[in-house]
């Protein structure tokens, strides 16, 4: 996922888990909105959740792939 689309997804998973905060503060609870919004809210962390840990093995495999490359040259 590119840089732009994370930032997006970001903000709006903020955004939601506000909303979800601020429904949870009033006094008369209206259910069916709170089960949307920490449903919605859910989605886009595990969403985030995926892309950085997609990132992280991506950064992890670049660095092996360094590594080896280093220590083929200094075999030769």
């Given at each position: ?57 991506l950064l992890n ?16």
């Open positions: 996922m590119s840089t732009n689309v994370t930032t997006i997804v970001a903000i709006i998973s903020i955004i939601l888990w506000i909303a979800v905060s601020i429904e949870l503060s009033r006094t008369p609870k209206n259910k069916r909105k709170l089960i949307t919004l920490m449903s919605v809210g859910f989605l886009s962390t595990l969403i985030l959740t995926v892309s950085i840990f997609r990132t992280i093995l495999n670049v660095g092996l792939i360094m590594v080896k490359m280093v220590q083929g040259l200094k075999a030769d």
